[in-house]
Every structure is written in structure tokens, then in C-alpha cells.
DNA sequence: GTGAAAGCGCTAACAG
DNA sequence: CTGTTAGCGCTTTCAC
């Protein structure tokens, strides 16, 4: 140890060594290498763990790493490598209900930790405006900088995810994409949930369930309500307009579709989000309709929000988090094993029940009669 | 055009563009140098906006630019420049309350809008566990891949912090930190915030005003009690230790202190965080009080639940987003100037009344009166 | 199993 | 204003 500190003061990086003493001095491999006495190339082998280094040899390495608190340069080992460990996830403008609503944040510690797993580093590209679309894009294109992208589906008007996908890197859609031709994406079963949302709805008895939608244009908001109508059709109920709503995932437009739906007396309502439904059942209180008894509710996402509130509510639980991980895997397989043929991978959701669709007070009363 | 697409063809890259016609060439600065019959310096220097070259060249350089889609390479001219355009948000796993609380969301979406503004890329470290924080670590503190780190303060256990401050790259701690000795941060004045809060509450003529904390050893806990106590100490009353229960930061503990706390019988409670103050809500709801009749709120944040449950809650509120792009800059300034000596910015907040506190109705009776 | 040599694609003095 | 010349610190054949 004593001996390795000695010959620390020889490398070229001394000075710094002398002149800051608390701050490590920028080693290189060649400093690595000279400490040891072996060449450049095998301290890199012995980092990038290849077969081809005696046990020996190896194990000095590494005491001297070690000793030195050595880290390789990314960007020089990027260059010559042509990976950089690094993935992108981009959030295009049209999920700017990006923070108001918790899914995007849990769907984004998904990632990071499949991030942590697979010792990726992870970019955030959030993009705000119009503006800042022009701005990423180029950053996001740059070679070398990227090994791969995970890029939310959004509004089919966004340009950017067009773009990047034509952007030579690897990328997957997470979310059904508008044009889903020739690229790979990971989405949730979003109609068979919907359909056993509405189903269960159905089965409890109600007879006239409304829906609240998300975004016009969005697949999620289309699938789900595609699932919506299929548990109807099934059922051999006929379709009401008047019991079609549309928000925008937001908590304000579920309160407003379902002051437009009162009128109409739904007895039960899907909403294509918890935040929506939460917003519904404000304003199904404000009107005086009690919760179950007089308008049930089920919701999509199993946010905190969901078990937490007063009523607690009946949804869809989607596997947020796994998603996330998932989805980092799927993208990791797409760098190594090439994009073509796109493939996709669609997870299966689960029906929780709370109270707010009044399966447990039917349930009740069924046992008591 | 057409002249610019012959020319491609005699490229190094030119089997690419044969090969798989759609996908772009991999070009270089010597590409385009070519193209345009200049040196690679030259387009180097426009690319970076240097001042020496004459309009005829750049146009036709960025011409050239615009018709191939060239982008450089990051990796390549990182390690040139020393410089990667790059920052790392740094989130220990003490804060783990990261995605149910919409601060950090909305945290991260502002240090991200203020990374599109100076065209940096974003990169998102978040420590799920023990396991992650060995894993990101040397990550983070790669030479070559981030220029300067912004670190979410946590727990004063959190080793990852004083780890990073000393791994050579500039960083600013989000935050108090619990060590400030020599290392910048940014903060909102939690002392004082607090004590306005606490003051609204005295001024309205409440007499057991009980406080809700969070987490014992975080500086915003710390400082946000201070400010509770200071303004009771003002006012001259007495500290009893029946009113102040600990919390975490999250629902539940809100939830739970709030159920200690009504034994105590305060008619007022400055919860320090507005998530908290929700659960602490609940609680009282529950226990058939009412609110502000028989028990009045203040939280903090101001996050958008505050403003749309069905009691208003009057708040403290963080300019949370302008905090993010304050802190952008504020890190652009130490790298660019360097980190010592270590400097701080304490930004401002505001109160907002609605109807928690009681304040209206207090208004109404003493204007009735 | 290890060393030598050739770049990866760019920036940045330095001449001229 | 532009070209030349060195690298930045690493990976990766290729010999031996």
C-alpha cells in the first residue's frame, strides 16, 4: 500500500495529487497500468471482464483500481465502444397531465430501476413545449449519446415520436402507438381491462353505465373505451350517446363529464382513470347521489389516491412499476438482437374491488336475503 | 441537390446509403468537410458557432448540414471537450416518498424544463435501495459523462450525498443539506414559511395549535418545526409537547399523527406538508370534527390535491417549478465559475388562504358582527 | 495471456 | 478566416 502511494506521485497526474490533496487525481487507464506494470490493454480487459487475464495479473488490477478509486472515462469508452449505457425516455408534450397525474411518475421509477438493474444510465426528456420539441430532437439523434429509446405514445399529431423513430437508435413504444407499422412497443391489456371493468359492472346489475373517456386520439382513451362497448355488446345492451363522456385524464374534466352525464341518470360509471373518477365522484356528491347506492364507480390505474379516499375505489390495477422494468428489458433485447421484425408485448391487468362499485353492499345484502 | 446527392455517393459511408436506403448514413465531420470542400475545422467551427468564418462558408456548411441530417457525436466531442452538456438529478432512497408526493414530480419536471432552456441533457438517478446506491454511485461519479450533479438533501445517513460531493464534479444539494460545510445548495425558506403559516393560524385567535412533522432528521422537518416554534415563542405562548406529532411525510402518517394528536385536543394543525395535512384531514373527518369548526389546517406545497379537495386547504406555496429552473442555472453558474466558495439561494414563499384555516369564516362572522 | 498499434469522431491550439 | 496537428481516454483486432 505504502509502495503503491510512491508510485502514485510518479504519474503524470502528481501535481494534482500535491496540489489538492483530497481531490483524486484524473487517472487514466495508462496510470492504472503503469502502477501495475502491465500494458493499457489488459487493465481495460480486466475491467470489461474479459476471460483472457491470469488470475494473478487480475487481482493486482483491481487492488490498484481499488486503491485509487479509479473510474473509466465515459465518454472516451463510449466512443471507442459505440454504446454508451445510456437509454432515453421522452415524454412528448401531449402527456403534459404528465405530473398532475401519478402514473407517469411511477411508470418513470419503473424504468429508472430497470435502469439500476441492468447498470443502464437513464435520460429524461420531458418536453414542455413546441419549442423545446425542436431543441431535444437533435440531442435526442445524436449519435453516440443514446443506445437506445423508450418513447411514450401520445397524441397522433405528435411529430416527435415519428421522428424518432426514424432515428436510427432502438426504440420502443410504450403504450400503443398511433401508427403501430414496423415498431416494437409494450402496452397493457387496455380493452380486455376495460371490458371486465364495464363487465363487472354488468354482472352487479346495473342497467345504465356511463363512461368517462380519456383524450379523443389517444389509443389508451380509445382501447379502454373500446373494451367499454365490447362488455355492452356482449351483454347484448344497446349503445346511449348520452352516456359517453369525454375528459382528458385530468381531475377537472371527470368532474365536469359527470356533471354533463347527470342528466342522463347513470346508475354505474367507468371512468378510463382514477383521477377522472375521482373527479366524477366530487362531482356526484356535489349532486347529491350517494356512493354506491344511487351511482357506483370504477376506475382505472390503482393510484394511492384509489384505497386511500374516503370511498375507496373499485379499479383496474395495472402492473405500473413492472411495466417499467419491463419495458427496459424488452428495449435492451431490441439493442442486441436488432428492431426487425417488431414485436410487441401486451400485459395483463387485475380487477380490484373496493366499495365504490357496491359489489361489497350487494354482496351483503345477497348474503342476508 | 441532386449535385449534393452524387456526392454522398463517393463517401466512406456510401454503402450504408446502398444498402438500407432508408436509414441515414452515419456521417462525420469529415463527411461534410468533404461535401463542402472545406476542412473538418472549419464545419467544426460553425457547428459551434465560432465567430471565424466567413457567411459564404457557413452558409453552405450549414446547408450541407440540413441536407444530410448530420448530427455529431456526442461521445466524440465530449471527450474532446471535456465538456458533455450533461447533468445527473441525484434522488437518495431517503426520499423515498419520491412518486406519491407530487413534490418531486413536479421537482423534476422543472429541473427538466430548465435543461431544454440551456440545452442540456437530463439524467435521472433514483436509489431504490442499498443494492442501487453501490451500482449508481461509480456511475455518477464516471469522469466524462455528467459536467455538474444536482443532489436531492435527505437523510443525514445518506452516504451517497457526501460521496458525491466529493467525487470531483460540481455539484449543488437541493435543499439544506445536513453538512454544509463548503457545498452550495438551493432552499425555499422553510423557517420562515413556517412561521407565517403558524402566525395565520395565532392571528385568527386559535389557542392549541398542534403541528404535524416530517421525518425526524430531514432538514425540511427541522426547519419547518422551527418555524413553528418560533412564531409560537413570538407570540409568547408556551411549547406543549402533546402537539407536535411526528409524521413522514406521507398520507398514512399524516393519517396516524392526526389520530394521536386528537386526545391533545388542538383546534389548529400546521401539517408540513399538504399531503400530510390530507391524511391528518381524514383522521379528523373520521372522528366526527369539523373543519375549520372544530379544528383548523394549514399545509405545504400547495400541490394541486390543495386546491381541489372537497375542503379547500390553505397552504404554503413552493414555487416548486421555478425552483427546478433556478437550480439549472445556479448549477450552470458553479460549473462555468467554479464551486468555492460555497454559495446558497433561499427562494421565497407565499402563503395561500382558502378555507382550512378558517379565515374566511372568521371574516364573514366579524364583518356580520 | 499480454503487448503493440490503430483508431472511435471530435475540439482546440497554432500557424499562416 | 482557414488548414494542420495533436490529442481526449478508451476498446479492439492482431501478433507473439
Redesign the interface.
Known sequence: MRALSLQLLSLSNYFLVGRIP???P?LTLEDIAKLVGVHRSTVSRVINGSANVSPEVRERVQEAIRQTGY?????????ASQR?Q?IGLVLPHSVSS???D?Y???L??GI??GC?NN?L????????NKQ?EE??S??I?????LDGLLVQSGQPDDMLIQRLI?S?VPSLILGRPNEPDGVSFIDVDNVNAAKTATRHLLNLGYQRIATITGNKGSTVAADRLTGYKNALADAGRSMDAALIAEGNFT??SGYNAMRSLIPAKPDAVFAASDIMAS?AM?AA?EANLRIPEDVAFVGFDDI?LAS?S?IQLTTIRQPILKFGLKAVEFLIDLIENGTTPARNIIMATELVVRDSCGAKKIGESQTAG
Open positions: 483530497f481531490i483524486m484524473e473510474h473509466p472515462n465515459a465518454a472516451a469508452r463510449s466512443l454508451s445510456m404528465f405530473f398532475t401519478p407517469f411518475p411511477q418513470t421509477q429508472a430501476y439500476n447498470d444510465t437513464l435520460s429524461l426528456f420531458l418536453v414542455g423545446d431543441k431535444i437533435p440531442r439523434s445524436r449519435r453516440g449519446l426514424k436510427n381531475e377537472i373527479g366530487r356528491l394511492p386511500l374516503k
